[in-house]
């Protein structure tokens, strides 16, 4: 049987060299006949074998693995096959290939997730582990596959204890995953004009959803103006602590294709905002203050190019309200002003699509909400302002997020004028699995 697996191995890499533009192979491997031989000579073999050390050492690159787990398969088992190949080359964080695959809509050992997602990646070999029962026996479930576009090359079943892998089995395995290496090895740079490209059909990616929340501190600041019954009221913060939170649902018609809709939720506070009012008599007060500000909206993005990196446009609209309250009746009222709001948005990938630029100049449609500023009795007006915001990934999942937004709203008044101007500037932290 190991005579058997053996000349299948040599089959599959003869048949791989046909496809791929391998490195000549300057170790050479000889097929005993005799059953016993031939399996001593897979065990035998380790990271130290000739196979590896023939290999001139300005050619060798170390390699890179991706070991995928199949589904339902034990994470002690999925820690063994990782300890038994680091020696080989070098792991890749395949929880972040998972997730990948989940936002594209694909599933990570699917041969379609593996053909679209491989491209553009250094990724020299890649291992699916899979457990299964044959013959009420437990087996591991090995599938080799080379790392371009996730040919298959080997497939192989070895028997367990539960979910431990014995030394003899350890020891094929590594034996094995030495062999693919070796054969596979080739120049980090692909730079031939057919490493990226693929004859086959090209993969449909389905739809997808994805969640996100952030939430960050920062600071901000608040000022109003206005005539109200104590005459020109005016207040000006001095710079105050806060607080945000958003959250976010992507939906995209073809997996990371280029039209995506965005429903978002965000809202920011002061944290511990104090603020002094003086009185007629020339006395002042101080009260405990919060400014607020709520917006929700949807925004429409096209991107400018098949490129991950291209520039994308986009069109937010939305409702957003902004509020002032004190804990202690003031010469200034609590007010809120609703708006009417809507933005256009540039977003630019700075170098990668890693770190993320986006500039929204915003223009809206204020009016009071409630009777807070009745005393002026103010008329809708406008307002505007902007935000800027970069992001930075961090992994698949997991963002830095700076923020800045300020907001300007003029509303005719009986006399004069209502002003109130908002900042805030944050630095958060996104989560989107």
Do not use: C
């Not at 089959?11 to 533009?21: E, Q, R």
């Not at 695959?101 to 699917?110: K, V």
């Not at 600071?219 to 001095?238: K, Q």
């Not at 939305?318 to 609590?334: K, N, Q």
Request: hydrophobic share 40%.
């Amino acid at each position: 049987m190991s005579s058997l697996i053996l000349k299948r191995f040599v089959l599959m890499l003869v048949a791989a060299s046909a496809l791929l533009p391998l490195h000549s192979l300057q170790a050479q491997f000889t097929i005993d006949q005799d059953a016993s031989a031939a399996e001593d000579e897979i065990v035998d073999a380790d990271p130290d074998s000739a196979a590896v050390e023939e290999i001139e050492e300005e050619e060798w690159d170390r390699p890179k693995i991706l070991v995928i787990r199949a589904p339902r398969t034990p994470d002690r088992l999925m820690r063994g096959v990782l300890e038994l190949v680091s020696p080989v080359g070098e792991i890749v964080d395949w929880r972040e290939f998972e997730r990948e695959a989940r936002r594209s809509g694909l599933s990570a050992t699917a041969d379609a997730s593996l053909e679209t997602m491989l491209r553009d990646r250094d990724i020299t070999l890649i291992i699916i582990v899979g457990r299964r029962v044959v013959n009420r026996r437990p087996v591991i479930a090995l599938s080799y596959r080379e790392g371009r576009f996730g040919t298959p090359m080997l497939s192989e079943e070895h028997p367990i204890f539960g979910d431990s892998i014995p030394d003899r089995v350890a020891e094929r395995i590594q034996a094995e995953t030495i062999l693919a290496v070796t054969a596979l090895t080739r120049p980090a740079m692909r730079d031939t004009p057919d490493a990226t490209t693929n004859d086959s059909a090209p993969v449909q990616a389905g739809a997808v959803v994805q969640f996100g929340v952030s939430a960050g501190l920062g600071v901000g600041s608040r000022g109003f103006e206005g005539p109200l019954e104590a005459g020109s009221v005016r207040l000006e913060t001095s710079v105050f602590p806060s607080a945000t939170m958003q959250i976010r649902t992507l939906f995209e018609p073809v997996a990371r294709g280029r039209f995506s809709m965005q429903a978002e939720l965000e809202y920011q506070t002061s944290v511990g905002l104090r603020t002094t009012d003086t009185r007629i008599d020339g006395s002042t007060r101080e009260t405990s203050s919060r400014a607020q500000r709520l917006d929700l909206g949807l925004a429409l993005s096209l991107r400018l190019g098949d490129s991950p990196t291209a520039v994308t446009l986009g069109l937010w609209a939305g409702y957003a309200t902004r509020i002032f309250d004190t804990e202690a009746p003031v010469s200034l009222p609590d007010y809120s002003l609703g708006s009417v709001a809507t933005g256009l948005r540039v977003t630019i990938p700075l170098g990668s699509e890693r770190i993320v630029l986006m500039a929204s100049p915003t223009l809206e449609f204020v009016f009071p909400v409630g009777d807070g500023l009745n005393a002026a009795a103010p008329e809708p007006g406008i307002a505007y302002g902007g935000m800027a915001r970069l992001q930075i990934g961090l992994t698949s999942a997991w963002a830095l997020e700076a923020i800045y937004r300020e907001s300007h709203a003029t509303l005719p008044a009986s006399v004069g004028s209502v002003r109130d101007v908002e900042r805030f500037a944050t630095l958060g932290v996104v989560y989107a699995p």
